[in-house]
């Protein structure tokens, strides 16, 4: 059973190198998604599926909210310096929305009860991710009352992405459930 | 697993299907509006939901009623108010039909309620600064002199009795000019006609002052009040239910002349125009409550207004200074919303 | 095992919480036409046109009186001639913003400027 909101407790039974060798390459897959998503064309300019999401739920269901923290910062910081948009309005972007959805992500474990699903963390970090970036568009680069029309088709897509990122990351944990 | 991605296929198809409706609906289709000339100004009745053939036919109906209103209570043209004041002035006491007494007794209800403030008695008064013409006045201003002998004799709603249906004035400086509440009181008759025919959703809007009943579809519907300068809307509210908004402003009706402003709004108490808001928007149940409130507490200003306000039992009040500071009551500041940037400061006043 | 891959409360809750998201942001954003700056007018003669502000032109307009004509240059537009006597709506100026409105009451014609968004159903003034 996959259980989001406790963290295993591999923490205590593995040694930090360990711990530090595994974010790393978690940290690489997640930033080969990234690249990729970043090289495919998008039917809208600026809009991606956001797949690198399903790297850090999986880890977060894995290995607790801290490692989710760790890939997903090396995602964003590694991913840029090698496309190139360290410090570019894209990277503003990149880090408002990776912010943003670890923040709900941890709220989001700390629910009571069952919790969310990977499919409902998700659909929440997809919209946080999404709404974050959107604002920060909104107030730094175009500040034009325009733009909010944008925002309900936006949100969308991001629901749309965020189930279709839950479907691909239950699948994940599944696989990863029967290898060990 | 196929159980879940069953689910999250059917809660996909869910939301696709309630974006696609909510989409799709048929938006403006249902909104019937109509424009029509009456009250001396621009009538907008806006009505949600119904057939073509019935909008237009309520409509109709208004428009008959409020010409009827607006010959009725015109003060000078020839007809129901200008026969009242004729014989006002000559000392007469005369007949007058049930709506007249009924508006009559209003007028004394909002004018005690004001303190005097809201007096629909100084017809004289408002002749005299021209702004009863149908021309737009030009000035000069009167002279101190006519203004005092007129304000002398104190001419108020107060100094008239109604028995029987018959009308006298213990003052023959009384002339009724219904002004100041006459569009409100067009206002709750239209709603009144839409009500009989079974409508539900809509809005009267007469020359900027309103009332609307019901929603627009499934949401209230959308006010935008407008800047005293002309430009833009300095703010929004949504409105549901039955409810009137109202601005008395000194921009409506206002001539220059020699480099200063004389606006309509007439101080009964000093027989000039109220000097220090510039505009008044009063939220109440029906408009004429709102048209009488808004004049009353401009001529109040800024000092005496909450007295005023708690008094005529309107607690939805927006004020803005000839400064440009915008005042508000605690009731109004919880709904309003301000649409320009930078959003003013709002100084929150409990009435 | 299959019973824990399936959707949590919470994840029904949250299916919830966004559809109603979602419908709040269309109708908050999406309810009016089409965004474009527009100006509204009527006439009793020619009925209630919307039109797209759009090349600088000049435009007449029907009424009782006769012809009112109306000048769109830079996203603004107004009066320029009409046949009534007062010529308030001349004196009006230009309109640019939303819910900006004149009207030339005589020759029954009225102006509102439609906003890029946000649309009211009513103006008060």
């Known amino acids: 059973m996959i259980d989001c909101e406790q963290k295993p407790p591999a923490g205590k039974l593995v040694t930090p190198a360990r711990d530090d060798l595994r974010i790393a390459w978690l940290a690489a897959l997640a930033i080969a998604v990234h690249m990729v998503e970043a090289v495919v064309p998008s039917p809208l300019p600026g809009v991606k599926p956001g797949l690198a999401n399903v790297i850090t739920v999986a880890v977060l269901c894995l290995y607790g909210w801290r490692s989710a923290v760790w890939v997903a910062a090396l995602r964003v910081l590694v991913g840029s310096l090698l496309i190139g948009t360290f410090l570019t309005p894209t990277f503003l972007l990149s880090v408002s929305g990776a912010s943003a959805s670890l923040l709900v992500l941890g709220l989001a474990t700390r629910l009571p009860g069952q919790g969310l699903s990977p499919i409902g963390l998700c659909l929440l970090a997809a919209l946080a991710h999404m709404f974050a970036q959107f604002f920060v568009a909104y107030l730094f680069f175009i500040p034009h009352p325009g733009l909010f029309a944008l925002l309900p088709l936006l949100m969308t897509l991001a629901s749309v992405f965020g189930i279709i990122s839950g479907l691909l990351t239950t699948k994940l944990l599944a696989y990863q459930g029967a290898l060990s | 697993m196929s159980q879940l991605i069953y689910r999250a296929f059917w809660s996909c198809t869910l939301i696709g299907v309630l974006l696609l409706s909510a989409c799709s609906r048929p938006e403006e289709s249902r909104l019937h509006a109509a424009q029509l000339l009456a009250m001396g100004t621009l009538v907008e009745v806006s009505i949600w939901g119904t057939s073509d053939e019935h909008a237009a036919a309520v409509t109709a109906q208004i428009e008959q009623r409020l010409r009827r209103v607006e010959d009725d209570f015109h003060p000078t043209r020839p007809g129901g108010l200008k026969t009242v004041n004729v014989a006002l002035a000559a000392g007469r006491a005369v007949a007058v039909n049930d709506e007249m007494a009924d508006l009559i007794l209003r007028a004394q209800h909002f004018e005690e309620a004001s303190q005097g403030l809201f007096n629909p008695a100084i017809g004289k008064l408002i002749a005299l600064w021209g702004f009863q013409d149908e021309e737009p006045a030009k000035g000069p201003p009167p002279s101190a002199n006519e203004i005092q002998s007129i304000s002398d004799q104190h001419p108020a709603m107060s100094r008239l009795q109604l028995k029987n249906g018959l009308l006298t004035s213990h003052s023959r400086a009384v002339q009724l000019d219904f002004g100041a509440f006459a569009k409100g009181y067009a206002i709750d008759q239209a709603v009144a006609i839409l009500r009989r025919q079974g409508i539900h959703d809509a809005i009267v809007n007469a020359g900027g002052d309103l009332r609307v009943i019901g929603r627009h579809g499934d949401r209230s519907w959308r006010v935008g009040i407008r800047q005293p300068d002309g430009h833009g809307i300095i703010a929004s509210l949504a409105l549901g239910g039955d409810e009137s908004i109202v601005t008395s402003g000194s921009y409506e009706r206002y001539f220059d002349y020699q480099g200063r402003r004389y606006h309509h709004i007439i101080d009964p108490r000093t027989g000039y125009p109220a000097q220090g808001l510039v505009s008044v928007t009063v939220l109440a149940a029906d408009a004429q409550t709102a048209d009488a409130a808004a004049t009353a507490l401009f001529v109040a200003g800024k000092d005496d207004w909450p007295l005023i306000a708690r008094r005529m039992a309107v607690d939805q009040v927006m004020l803005i200074d000839e400064q440009g500071k915008v005042y508000l009551t605690r009731e109004m500041a919880r709904r309003i919303r301000f649409e320009i940037k930078p959003e003013p400061v709002p100084v929150i006043i409990k009435p | ?125």
């Open chain 3, 1 to 125: 095992m299959k019973a824990a891959f399936g959707l949590t409360i919470a994840d029904k809750l949250l299916v919830g919480l966004v559809i109603f998201l979602l419908l709040s942001l269309y109708g908050r954003y999406w309810s009016s036409a089409t965004p474009g700056e527009r100006f509204r007018v009527s006439s009793i003669v020619n009925g209630i046109q919307t039109m797209d502000f759009g090349a600088d032109r000049i435009i007449a307009i029907e009424g009782p009186l006769g012809t009112t004509r109306l000048q769109i240059a830079g996203n603004r537009v107004r009066f320029i001639s009409s046949p009534c006597h007062g010529k308030q709506c001349i004196h009006a100026g230009w309109l640019a913003d939303a819910g900006d409105f004149a009207a030339c009451l005589p020759n029954r014609i009225s102006l509102t400027v439609l906003g890029l968004t946000k649309e009211y159903d009513s103006i008060n003034f």
